[in-house]
Antibody, heavy 119, light 107 residues
Framework: QVSLKESGPGILQPFQTLSLTCSFSGFSLGTSNMGVGWIRQTSGKGLEYLATIWWDDDKYFNPSLNSRLTVSKDTSNNQAFLKITSVDTADTGTYYC???????????WGPGTMVTVSS | DIQMTQSPASLSASLEEIVTITCQASQDIGNYLSWYQQKPGKSPQLLIHSATSLADGVPSRFSGSRSGTQYSLKINRLQVEDTGIYYCLQHYSAPWTFGGGTKLELK
């Protein structure tokens, strides 16, 4: 069955780079029309779409954070990665990785990882 | 960006009652609309995709419908385990956007 799990630093300081890893099983990013999406949940903006990386290395980003976001994947090891540069307190929240399927919706979600930005 | 206006923001209903939550899209999104349920401390779980299709394992008392750019999630015969926060998501056009959520409680 499909499962995903996020991992990250927990706490970081303003202006640092947030690096998150999504480790998944039950599907492959080597399979056509599969993707991994990143979504966060903050007290200020609710659920917010961040980015998706697809099996063919195509990438979509939320333009509101576009210049700060990087997504990548390691297909062989069933992992996907998200980096957000120059974080501030508004980036505090829970970050989820999800499976994006052929119809572009998110059908499986990880449990989420909490990220706190604080000096 | 496509705006998804979800209503109501909160809702209190009785057991066995019929509940309806709506999302209004700011433009045509076809059937690229999904619904999620989130329990406290948990990640959102898919209920409905493609506006009207029930996700695997979801009870049949949940259903989705569409009228133009308005989408509805209906819960027939509300159960205790249906409390939580419900979100819609449009996945027609990037950036995908969520509705603001509906908090459903038991009366």
């Amino acid at each position: 069955q499909v499962s995903l799990k996020e991992s990250g630093p927990g706490i970081l300081q303003p202006f640092q780079t947030l690096s998150l890893t999504c480790s998944f099983s039950g599907f492959s990013l080597g399979t056509s029309n599969m993707g991994v999406g990143w979504i966060r949940q903050t007290s200020g903006k609710g659920l917010e779409y961040l980015a998706t990386i697809w099996w063919d290395d195509d990438k979509y980003f939320n333009p509101s954070l576009n210049s700060r976001l990087t997504v990548s994947k390691d297909t062989s090891n069933n992992q996907a990665f998200l980096k957000i540069t120059s974080v501030d307190t508004a980036d505090t929240g829970t970050y989820y990785c999800t499976r994006a399927n052929w119809d572009w919706y998110f059908d499986f979600w990880g449990p989420g990882t909490m990220v706190t930005v604080s000096s | 960006d496509i705006q998804m206006t979800q209503s109501p923001a909160s809702l209190s209903a009785s057991l066995e009652e019929i509940v309806t939550i709506t999302c209004q899209a700011s433009q045509d999104i076809g059937n690229y609309l999904s619904w999620y349920q989130q329990k406290p401390g948990k990640s959102p779980q898919l209920l409905i995709h493609s506006a009207t299709s029930l996700a695997d394992g979801v009870p049949s008392r949940f259903s989705g419908s569409r009228s133009g750019t308005q989408y509805s999630l209906k819960i027939n015969r509300l159960q205790v385990e249906d409390t939580g926060i419900y979100y819609c998501l449009q996945h027609y056009s990037a950036p995908w956007t969520f509705g603001g959520g509906t908090k459903l409680e038991l009366k």
